[in-house]
């Protein structure tokens, strides 16, 4: 019997205007992730954490986030982005009707306005966390 470890959604990535950072995560390993930018680890370490906890991971930080927090603010000044997979009926030709995910890309202020209920309702599962390395040079 083999054992796996469920590492998807565990990277780090830049291009030229963006940083990408999965958002299985925790805290403490994205501190000590190697491959991850050093700006952003440190507005990690120096704004983040004193509101989170190292066994968080970055999903739940953001599932949770409330819309009035300071950490908006923060995640707005970075130009911060999510990609989301939503959970949604779609029509099949003969009037069957299927369940699948779709991608698409929201701000963290959008994200941090839908409840968690309806989160949950709406079966949004957070895949990454983008932020623009111009806006990460301003803090």
Known sequence: ???????????SMQDTGRIYVGCRYTFGELLEAEDAAFKFRMVVERYILPKADLEDTLE???????????????????K??????????????FGGVRKEF??????????????????????????????????LMGL
């Open 60 to 78: 739940t930080h953001l599932y949770y986030l409330e819309p009035d927090s300071f950490l908006i603010k923060l995640y707005g000044q970075m």
């Open 102 to 135: 779709t991608t698409r890309q929201m701000t963290v202020e959008e994200l941090a306005k839908i409840p968690p209920a309806e989160k949950e309702r709406r079966g949004l599962v957070i895949q990454e966390l983008s932020v623009s390395k111009l806006g």
């Open 1 to 11: 019997m083999y054992r796996t470890v469920y590492e998807d959604y565990k990277y």
């Open 80 to 93: 911060a982005r999510v990609k989301v997979n939503e959970l949604r009926e779609k029509k099949g030709l």
